[in-house]
């Protein structure tokens, strides 16, 4: 199952490698986001970063546009209807992740992202109707088997798995992706860059934050915004938004649409490998299972890549 096609120009097995090697930038960007983020919470509130975050993503983009493709190329071409609906799935998954992460522990939070390859394949499904690929159902299993392991060298700590009615949150964060990776691929042009399409998106998505944070703190949910969080929250705010929140965005898309979001889905729970490499520059050592848990979700991504690029 997949909506992705080799680009023009390109010939199918050259779109493969371009579209493996913006997954595994998307991976390594988005892991790296996990430890930063963590750290840049110590000091924002997570309502008021997630709108600070899309802001200079969206500038970032912006300039990206702006010096690759021209002024001309920042006007959104697509309907208003479909840049209000595309922009507001972006920004609902954003909210939506945030409560996940507020009303569910992170143990938990990890053992029902392992199963995204399944939500997501089934939300394509629903929308698309088109036939599961070949060999995604072995490639699935190794990776929320090792997703599982993974998991469970976690526990250890005390802080194991626990319901705390937030985990429907989760699984709904990744239908939102799906329905926005989804839409990012029909509602504009085929000679529309998957770099205008990410910009879009983005741009969108700051209204709806900062409707959204404003609601909750006049509700009194988000705390008081946080303008002075220092040089160094200053610097990892940046480097996320920029890189992760951006540029992930970017490849994530130049990967869809060469791969297709089932192969995309098998990549999202390598993102967390990529986190736990990452995380050892602060010093964080990954247990055993860790360690075992990532091979094998390594293995399954690569299985299905394999696959690609049999004749």
């Known amino acids: 199952m997949t909506t992705g096609t080799a680009a023009p120009g390109l010939d199918p097995r050259r779109s493969v490698w371009v579209g493996l090697a913006a997954f ?23 309502f008021w970063l997630t709108l600070c975050r899309l802001v200079l993503a969206s500038i970032a983009l912006g300039v990206m546009v ?8 920042l006007w959104v071409e ?6 209000l609906l595309l922009s507001l799935a972006v920004s609902v998954f954003y909210i939506d992740y945030n409560l996940a992460l507020r009303y569910t522990n992170t143990i938990t939070v990890a053992a ?10 089934t939300t394509l499904w629903l929308i698309t109707r088109l036939p599961i690929e070949r060999g995604f159902g072995v490639a699935a299993l190794l990776t929320i088997i090792g997703g599982a392991i993974a998991i469970y060298g976690r526990t250890g700590s005390g802080n194991g798995l626990r319901l705390e009615g937030g985990e429907p949150l989760v699984v ?11 839409l990012a691929q ?9 770099l205008r399409r990410a910009y879009v998106a983005s741009l969108g998505s700051i209204f709806w934050l900062f409707l959204f944070w404003l609601v909750c703190r006049i509700a009194g949910i988000a705390g008081p915004p946080n303008v002075a969080p220092g040089g160094e929250a ?3 705010l940046l480097v996320t938004a920029v890189f992760a929140t951006a540029f992930g965005s970017f490849t994530w898309n130049i990967g869809i649409s060469r791969l297709g979001i089932a192969m995309g889905s098998l990549w999202q729970n390598a993102v967390p490998v990529f986190g736990v490499l990452i995380a050892m520059l602060f010093g964080i050592q990954p247990t055993v299972e860790q360690v075992v848990g990532g091979i094998i979700v390594m293995a399954g991504v690569l299985y299905m890549q394999w696959r690609r690029f049999r004749p």
């Open 172 to 182: 709904l964060s990744i239908v939102l992706w799906t329905v926005y990776s989804i």
């Open 24 to 46: 595994v930038i998307t991976s390594v960007l988005w892991g790296a986001n996990m430890p930063l983020t963590a750290v840049l919470l110590r000091t924002l509130d997570p």
């Open 78 to 83: 697509i309907p208003w209807p479909r840049f």
């Open 234 to 236: 200053i610097l990892w």
């Open 186 to 194: 029909r509602w504009f042009a085929p000679t529309v860059s998957q």
């Open 66 to 73: 702006w010096a690759t493709e021209g002024r001309a190329a």
């Open 112 to 121: 029902v992202l392992a199963g995204a390859p399944i939500y997501a394949v």
